[in-house]
């Protein structure tokens, strides 16, 4: 296994430029804030964007607890990737983490001053520090269900073309971590109530929504909702349609990853049409 280092001060856009770094290179893997990461996909490791104080997400990069060092050395001795990109603040920090993980000693060492623009680590310096945001260089749909009840929007950046003309892209994930903000944040309970009632405006033939009821488990939600639907219009159809939307609609404005909707049609309100 050949090991690379991506090293540079925290904001600089280590993570955003890790995937195109590793297309340059042909590396197949990365350990970034925690987390193993072989072809595009999270195998192992928990995130230090995770936790909820700056100190806990540190001592997580660094892998300090025995169970999480050794169930990602594990994964990567049983996948045996050709080669692996550990992504760190410093020469001390990433070869710390060769340690903890037993791997190899450090083939090559990358500095992001010298892969990057300074107005670009200026823009990376903004998005962190006055916005919050930390990317993570994998899809979003990778990282969903573990982030659920966190801010993710997937970041698609343009590659250029392939041979056939077509574009090509490469997705990361931008998520705001809890230490980013200033105290905690929480949904309240009425929220939901809310928004299934806009979902309900939206879908033809629902005409009122009469309760939900749910247990606002960012990480395993799951939403019992009561409608009237119009005379007329096709049942099934209707609840399939408002179902379906209800959670794309929480799942986009809230980040919870919901398990399952659950729709029960209480009443028919005669002579109208949703």
Known sequence: MKVYTLTGKSGTGKSYQAINLCKEKNIVSIIDDGLFIYKNRVEAGISAKRQKTMAGAIKTALF???????????????????????????????????????????SERIYIDDITTPEERDIADKQRHMQGKHIIPVPTLQLKRDFAGYFLDPLRIFRGL???????????????????????????????????????????GVVEVIKVY???????????????????????????????????????MTAFNVVKVDVEISGIARGIWG
């Open 64 to 106: 300090t607890l025995d169970e999480h060092a050794s169930s990602v050395a594990k994964r990567i001795q049983e996948l045996n990737p050709s080669s692996l990109l550990i992504i760190g603040t410093s020469d001390r920090m990433t070869d710390r983490i060769v340690a903890r993980l037993e791997l190899p000693q450090v």
């Open 162 to 204: 392939n041979v056939g003309g077509k574009a090509q892209f490469s997705e990361k994930t931008v998520v705001r971590p809890t230490f980013s903000y200033m105290g905690e944040f929480f949904i309240s309970d009425t929220v939901l109530t809310d928004i299934a009632s806009c979902v309900a405006g939206e879908v033809k």
């Open 214 to 252: 749910e247990n606002t488990a960012p990480d395993n939600l799951v939403v019992d909702v009561s409608i009237t639907i119009g005379e007329g219009s096709p049942l099934w159809e209707t609840a399939m349609d408002f179902q379906q939307r209800l959670a794309e609609v929480i799942e986009y």
